[in-house]
Protein backbone atom coordinates (compact mmCIF):
# COMPACT_ATOMS: atom_id res chain seq x y z
CA UNK A 1 0.00 0.00 0.00
CA UNK A 2 1.69 3.39 -0.97
CA UNK A 3 1.54 5.61 2.14
CA UNK A 4 0.41 9.01 0.57
CA UNK A 5 -1.26 12.72 2.26
CA UNK A 6 -4.92 11.40 1.77
CA UNK A 7 -4.40 8.13 3.32
CA UNK A 8 -6.86 7.56 6.36
CA UNK A 9 -5.74 6.62 9.81
CA UNK A 10 -7.35 6.44 13.01
CA UNK A 11 -5.93 9.73 15.25
CA UNK A 12 -6.81 10.18 18.72
CA UNK A 13 -10.31 12.19 17.94
CA UNK A 14 -11.37 9.35 15.43
CA UNK A 15 -10.31 8.93 11.69
CA UNK A 16 -8.18 11.91 9.48
CA UNK A 17 -6.03 12.04 6.63
CA UNK A 18 -2.19 12.51 6.74
CA UNK A 19 -3.34 15.95 5.28
CA UNK A 20 -5.61 16.92 8.06
CA UNK A 21 -3.22 15.83 10.39
CA UNK A 22 -0.97 18.34 8.93
CA UNK A 23 -3.11 20.84 8.31
CA UNK A 24 -4.04 20.62 11.96
CA UNK A 25 -0.26 20.77 13.63
CA UNK A 26 -0.10 24.27 11.23
CA UNK A 27 -3.25 25.71 12.67
CA UNK A 28 -2.41 24.75 16.49
CA UNK A 29 -0.60 27.17 18.00
CA UNK A 30 1.86 25.15 19.76
CA UNK A 31 2.73 26.97 22.71
CA UNK A 32 6.04 25.58 23.51
CA UNK A 33 9.60 26.58 23.26
CA UNK A 34 10.07 25.30 19.94
CA UNK A 35 9.96 28.32 17.32
CA UNK A 36 7.27 28.26 14.41
CA UNK A 37 9.93 28.12 11.69
CA UNK A 38 11.35 24.93 13.38
CA UNK A 39 8.11 23.27 13.37
CA UNK A 40 6.81 24.50 9.87
CA UNK A 41 10.62 23.56 8.41
CA UNK A 42 9.67 19.24 10.23
CA UNK A 43 5.98 19.82 8.93
CA UNK A 44 7.51 20.69 5.25
CA UNK A 45 10.04 17.44 5.83
CA UNK A 46 7.12 15.28 6.85
CA UNK A 47 4.82 16.01 4.51
CA UNK A 48 7.80 15.81 1.81
CA UNK A 49 8.54 12.08 3.06
CA UNK A 50 4.84 10.96 3.13
CA UNK A 51 4.56 12.06 -0.70
CA UNK A 52 7.56 10.15 -1.31
CA UNK A 53 6.05 6.85 0.09
CA UNK A 54 7.70 6.92 3.20
CA UNK A 55 4.98 5.64 6.53
CA UNK A 56 4.18 8.12 9.17
CA UNK A 57 6.19 6.89 12.05
CA UNK A 58 9.46 6.63 9.47
CA UNK A 59 8.40 10.01 8.07
CA UNK A 60 8.19 11.62 11.66
CA UNK A 61 11.81 9.85 12.31
CA UNK A 62 13.44 11.06 9.26
CA UNK A 63 11.96 15.04 9.98
CA UNK A 64 13.08 14.73 13.70
CA UNK A 65 16.68 13.43 12.32
CA UNK A 66 16.88 16.41 9.83
CA UNK A 67 15.89 19.20 12.11
CA UNK A 68 18.05 17.42 15.02
CA UNK A 69 20.85 17.47 12.60
CA UNK A 70 20.31 21.11 11.30
CA UNK A 71 19.93 22.30 15.10
CA UNK A 72 23.84 20.73 16.30
CA UNK A 73 25.32 21.93 12.97
CA UNK A 74 24.41 25.41 13.52
CA UNK A 75 24.83 25.47 17.18
CA UNK A 76 28.74 23.94 16.77
CA UNK A 77 29.45 26.70 14.15
CA UNK A 78 28.25 29.17 16.43
CA UNK A 79 30.53 27.85 19.57
CA UNK A 80 33.07 28.13 17.14
CA UNK A 81 33.90 23.74 16.74
CA UNK A 82 33.08 24.00 13.06
CA UNK A 83 34.22 26.39 10.12
CA UNK A 84 31.75 28.25 7.96
CA UNK A 85 32.98 25.97 5.35
CA UNK A 86 32.20 22.82 7.19
CA UNK A 87 28.60 24.55 8.02
CA UNK A 88 27.54 24.81 4.50
CA UNK A 89 28.61 21.41 3.39
CA UNK A 90 26.90 19.81 6.12
CA UNK A 91 23.87 21.67 5.39
CA UNK A 92 23.98 21.11 1.63
CA UNK A 93 24.16 16.96 2.58
CA UNK A 94 21.59 17.48 4.67
CA UNK A 95 19.39 19.38 1.86
CA UNK A 96 19.86 16.86 -0.92
CA UNK A 97 18.97 13.66 1.71
CA UNK A 98 15.82 15.36 2.52
CA UNK A 99 14.70 17.99 0.94
CA UNK A 100 14.93 16.38 -2.78
Given at each position: ?????????????????????????????????????????KVTVF??CVERG???????????????????????????????????????????????
Amino acid sequence: MKITLDTRFNGSLGPVTLREAVQQLKAHDLACTVPSDAVELKVTVFSDCVERGFTPLRSEIMAAFYVAERDATTEAFDRGLITRGELEMKQAALASQFLT
